[in-house]
T-cell receptor, first 114, second 113 residues
Framework: DGGITQSPKYLFRKEGQNVTLSCEQN?????MYWYRQDPGQGLRLIYY???????QKGDIAEGYSVSREKKESFPLTVTSAQKNPTAFYLC?????????????FGAGSRLTVL | AQSVTQPDIHITVSEGASLELRCNYS??????LFWYVQSPGQGLQLLLK??????LVQGIKGFEAEFKRSQSSFNLRKPSVHWSDAAEYFC???????????FGTGTRLLVSP
């Protein structure tokens, strides 16, 4: 079955370390997204990419970086510049602009800074 | 700027009772509206969506929602709640051809026996 795979599901990091969260999709979707979820704050957009080798900042991009070298993959790096990285991170994908805006989500990755 | 308000942080409903979760939006263009559900520690699953046409839309798991343009609302309803409906529910707004969705802060549904 097609879907989105996020790994790892749980990740612990020491302060000052960079970590990379993986997101892979086999839905042949053009667009991919990273959201951050904190209790009581809903989902906030970090970065999104509508085509390979192109991506745009979302509302809270500071301290994060992404790449989109392949259509299937959209990894997120949480850098040491991110002041409060402990959160639940969700990756999503969607068909291109000509399609409906229906996002398909992965199961998420929970990052905890020790 | 577009925004979505879900005024209820928590709602408790008895099993078998009816449910209505509120969603109000602020959007300059004709909105696309969505309801998603999230079980603890999981991703989000689409319940239903409204793009145009009939303002009462049916979704999965027996849910429905009604778009009311005059009230800028898109409330989610279910006539009889099951214990398995306990989860967090998110309303979201977007528009055609622009795929950034704005999400509300969510409503956590608790179902009592």
């Amino acid at each position: 079955d097609g879907g989105i795979t996020q790994s790892p599901k749980y990740l612990f990091r020491k302060e000052g370390q960079n970590v990379t969260l993986s997101c892979e999709q086999n839905l042949n979707h053009d667009a991919m997204y990273w959201y951050r979820q904190d209790p009581g704050q809903g989902l906030r957009l970090i970065y999104y990419s509508q085509i390979v080798n192109d991506f745009q900042k979302g509302d809270i991009a500071e301290g994060y970086s992404v790449s989109r070298e392949k259509k299937e993959s959209f990894p997120l790096t949480v850098t040491s510049a991110q002041k409060n990285p402990t959160a639940f991170y969700l990756c999503a994908s969607c068909t291109g602009p000509s399609g409906a805006n229906v996002l398909t989500f992965g199961a998420g990755s929970r990052l905890t800074v020790l | 700027a577009q925004s979505v308000t879900q005024p209820d942080i928590h709602i408790t409903v008895s099993e078998g009772a009816s449910l209505e979760l509120r969603c109000n939006y602020s959007y300059g263009a004709t909105p696309y509206l969505f309801w998603y559900v999230q079980s603890p520690g999981q991703g989000l699953q689409l319940l239903l969506k409204y793009f145009s046409g009939d303002t009462l839309v049916q979704g999965i798991k027996g849910f429905e929602a009604e778009f009311k343009r005059s009230q800028s609302s898109f409330n989610l309803r279910k006539p009889s709640v099951h214990w398995s409906d306990a989860a967090e529910y998110f309303c979201a707004v977007g528009r055609r051809g622009f795929q950034k969705l704005v999400f509300g802060t969510g409503t956590r549904l608790l179902v009592s026996p």
